[in-house]
């Protein structure tokens, strides 16, 4: 039987960004924040944002990360709380800052930072927490508006919404009008991909400025470098790639909905969500990545993954490791992780691509059937 891949990333084809490429040749400028950047973010802001606030495109989100942290962390703070159940690019993003990230359990529904850990965590560091880094899991949307107020009364807050491009809560994109930081990342392997790149997003358009003054060498109009800065910016090639991604997004987003919801469909029909199997809680409309499973009490993933792999189908165990699992993080300080450590060792990602078609969904569910049958 032929290999279901976890990812097939699907760029926009080269047909449909070569005018693009064209102008490029033109107007002989490659970078720096160039015409088709400008546009891009034109574009984005218009169309995702509702023109509301202000966005930078990054290099990559990673970088968008350090710099949003190192621009509204708290001066003198030391921790940097944030989930352990995240991607290491969270906690290596604060370390570079030179903070220590500081782990704080998840909701066993959502999987997403437990608000009410934060609130004890703030109040036994108070001013040593630097800031708080909530992600948005796998994408889903999440209510914000414990951290607007967090930020506003001055415990700074930095979003890493990187899977979340394209999540819309209501009829608006998750993050708009947030005050503080939201960071997208634009990957191949992530919902909007135009290979590597990023996006920070906020309601606070001086926020957004001093980001890509920072992402630029920190260069003021003069190209004086006044603020600690770096290279993040996004080269018009992949700016080109953007363009052409956005024509395209809402047809990449519903597909990507139909395969989930096939997923969905069957884990209903083939009776998995009675033998306690779950999918994770999510809020609003998602442009999904991959479809994150939690397996039924007491099943190992690493067992389940195995299984997969004997009927050819290749899934993944995001977060598992967790961060405070991983030798870089695991000497941090952190709350206790009972529910991490649960959906750590539960949680399997299933296969999602584009092209997917509903016999491969067909084929990882009755897979699936078998693990819950030896058990
Ligand atoms: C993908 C991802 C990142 C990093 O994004 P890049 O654009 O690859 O640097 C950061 N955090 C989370 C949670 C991610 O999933």
Known sequence: MKRIPFLRP?????????????QIDESRIYSNYGPLNTLFEQRLLNQFF???GALTTVANATLALMLAISLIRRPGGRYALMPSFTFAATPLAAMWC???PYFIDIEADSWCIDNRLVEQTLAELGTDVAVVVPYATFGTGTDLSYYSSLH???TPVVVDAAASVGTTLGNQHFGIDFPGAVIYSLHATKAFPIGEGGLVHSGDASLVAKLRQAANFGFTAARESALLGLNAKLSEFHAAVGLATIDQFSEKKSTRQQVYGWYRDQL??????????GLQKTHGSIAHQ???VLCPQGTNNLAVIDALDRANIEARTYFRPACHQQPSFSS???????VTDSVAARSVSLPLWEEMPQSDVIRVLAALSTVNESK
């Open 152 to 154: 506003s009364s001055g």
């Open 290 to 292: 991959f479809v994150p």
């Open 10 to 22: 699907n760029l926009v084809h080269l047909d449909s960004y070569t005018p693009y490429l064209a």
């Open 332 to 338: 941090f300080p952190r709350s206790s992780m009972a």
């Open 268 to 277: 209903d029909q083939q009776g998995l969500l009675t033998k306690g199997w």
């Open 50 to 52: 509702a023109g509301r």
């Open 98 to 100: 030179g903070l220590e």
